[in-house]
């Protein structure tokens, strides 16, 4: 018998709204791209926590093909702590997870949690983007970056509608 603490995930997911919304109330000139950065990982975080639970109650939706190699000297230092070697599969399987962009991100959570989330895929794309031009491309010659319109806004909503759709996916 298992037991799924609801809870814990949907606080887990409300905090990082809150966080998200928090930063929203303090962006200006000056600082926009930091908050959107610490907003965008965030949102990342909130994602995967949500895909860290699931596996963690349900590892048997880690694909077997994906099952990574546990090291002969881990299975062994820790034969009478299966629990180790389940946080071990279930953090190789969000880590593979986590490379991918945000929209494969959001993709997988759908797909590990058997829900339905609404969102602007090309709206998240342009965010995704615009993230990783600050990250890797925010030069002088190239510093023609731009505040994405609804960006905050949009970062929260997804976040709110996995939250409803979770809370009454698992309670009912």
């Not at 881990?74 to 399987?93: F, K, R």
């Amino acid at each position: 018998m298992r037991i799924f603490v609801c809870e814990a995930l949907l606080e887990n997911l409300n905090v990082n709204i809150i966080k998200i919304q928090e930063a929203f109330n303090e962006v200006n000139n000056k600082n926009y791209e930091a908050f959107f950065i610490y907003s965008f990982g965030l949102f990342e975080s909130a994602v995967c926590e949500i895909i860290r639970h699931i596996l963690t109650i349900f590892p048997e939706k880690i694909l077997r093909e994906k099952f990574p190699k546990l090291k002969l000297v881990d299975i062994y230092n820790n034969i009478s702590s299966p629990q180790y070697i389940l946080y071990t599969l279930v953090d190789a399987e969000v880590k593979s997870i986590r490379k991918g962009d945000a929209k494969s991100l959001l993709d997988e959570a759908k797909n590990i949690c058997s829900i339905e989330i609404n969102y602007d895929e090309k709206l998240l794309y342009n965010i995704s983007k615009q993230r990783n031009k600050l990250i890797h491309e925010n030069t002088i010659q190239s510093n023609n970056i731009f505040w994405v319109k609804g960006t905050l806004e949009s970062l929260i909503l997804i976040l709110k509608n996995a939250k409803l759709i979770l809370y009454f996916y698992l309670i009912f």
